[in-house]
């Protein structure tokens, strides 16, 4: 039931996962359950603590990039970081390292990093022709990473990209191209800037000395 409810009512999916935890607490599939519900809903800590009890009792890495996105969401992006670097992110399968590095680019954005969030996003699968179950993330990730770093026109171009392999209405890709169309727009329609506003002077004039 939690795997079932967990895309349209995450906070009931969440309560199934907790009642079979209460029934098998030591069984891997039940903890990592609880652990993808509770970030579902946001609950960063709960979320972060089940998935490392799943890991422990199976040794499963598919879900560190959840756990790295858990760490930025309990404003430690450092940490995010420090797991996508580390020796196990390179047993990642494809999908796995993808997500990671979505995960990585946003982390650099909390450090205030929005070049770098580009920089780690790149790669042989950031190709506008592939369609790879993670290309519209991947597409929209970069986008919101160009628009960051203040690179709009080439950010509208990838969100073009995602809206196009998002066959599956996962992004809001369609409405990032609107808004930036809109403020483009706005922008051509503002008044032209008058002539700067001149400074008063007040001159003080002293009297001449008698002679």
Not at 24 to 47: D, H, K, M, N, T
Not at 63 to 84: K, S
Not at 118 to 134: F, M, Y
Not at 184 to 195: H, L, M, T, V
Request: include cysteine; proline fraction near 6%; glycine fraction near 8%.
């Amino acid at each position: 039931m939690a795997g079932r409810l967990i895309d349209d009512e995450p906070q009931v999916a969440y309560e199934h996962a907790v009642a079979a935890r209460r029934l098998l607490p030591r069984l891997a599939s039940v903890r990592e359950a609880v652990g993808l519900c509770a970030y579902a809903i946001g609950e960063w800590a709960e979320a972060l603590g089940e998935l490392r009890a799943s890991r422990r009792i199976n040794g499963s890495v598919e879900h560190l990039p959840v756990m790295a996105d858990c760490e930025r969401g309990l404003g430690r992006p450092e940490r995010a970081l420090a797991l996508a670097l580390g020796p196990d992110a390179k047993k990642l399968d494809r999908a796995g390292a993808v997500e990671m590095r979505i995960v990585v680019a946003g982390a650099r954005r909390d450090l205030g990093q929005p070049d770098a969030a580009v920089v780690s996003l790149q790669g042989a699968d950031l190709d506008q022709r592939k369609r790879d179950p993670w290309s519209a993330r991947l597409f929209y990730a970069y986008a919101d990473a160009l628009l960051a770093a203040g690179r709009g026109a080439q950010a509208r171009e990838w969100f073009v990209a995602a809206a196009v392999a998002d066959v599956d209405g996962a992004t809001d890709a369609v409405d990032r191209v609107d808004e930036i169309d809109s403020a483009r727009q706005e922008a051509d329609s503002a008044p032209p800037a008058g002539p700067p506003a001149q400074t008063e002077l007040m001159l003080v004039f002293e009297e001449p000395p008698d002679a």
